[in-house]
């Protein structure tokens, strides 16, 4: 299933690497899954990276611009090493999501929309919504990330 064809589901593994190791990062899974990624700057976020939207893998690294965002996922790097950084699970709704844990208690960062100007192209070609929410706590050591991602053909039923 393509990325965004998941509610209810796993929709994709986010995975940190260094900056310095992004690109042999990407060519080796490339090579070892025969999967292609697309390379991507999100300066608002901090972070480059590439993703492979078939495959549901996607890499970032910190964009070392001194941003609190970069700065953070160094330090996380600096903490954890690289690896897994979080795990998207597909919601039909972000904003009732939030909604829902906020009324349980569960701390989460507010719905915030990655089709922005800050997304790559190939986001915009893709997808109309991608609303994600970020839980505030780690489950079993990992960070979990609800988002709500619509294809273009899921809403106008032509082909992308």
Avoid at 40 to 59: C, H, I, N, T
Avoid at 148 to 159: F, L, N, V, Y
Wanted: with cysteine; aromatic share 6%.
């Amino acid at each position: 299933m393509p990325m965004g064809d998941n509610v209810g589901q796993v929709d994709h593994v986010v995975m940190m690497v260094r900056s310095e190791n992004l690109d042999a990062s990407v060519s080796r899974l490339s090579e070892l899954l025969e999967i292609q990624f697309e390379y991507f700057e999100a300066p608002r976020q901090g972070v480059k990276g590439a993703l492979s939207a078939d495959s549901m893998l996607e890499y970032i690294a910190p964009l070392g611009d001194g941003s609190p965002a970069s700065d953070s996922l160094t330090r996380l790097l600096d903490e954890k090493g690289e690896g897994i950084h979080s795990i998207t699970f597909g919601v039909a709704d972000a904003r009732a999501t939030k909604e829902r844990l906020d009324v349980i208690g569960v701390r989460s960062r507010e719905v915030y929309d990655a089709i922005n100007e800050d997304a790559p192209a190939f986001m915009h070609e893709r997808f109309d919504t991608t609303l994600e929410c970020h839980l505030r706590e780690r489950v079993a050591g990992t960070l979990f990330v609800l988002s709500q991602i619509e294809r273009k053909e899921e809403r106008s039923g032509g082909d992308v």
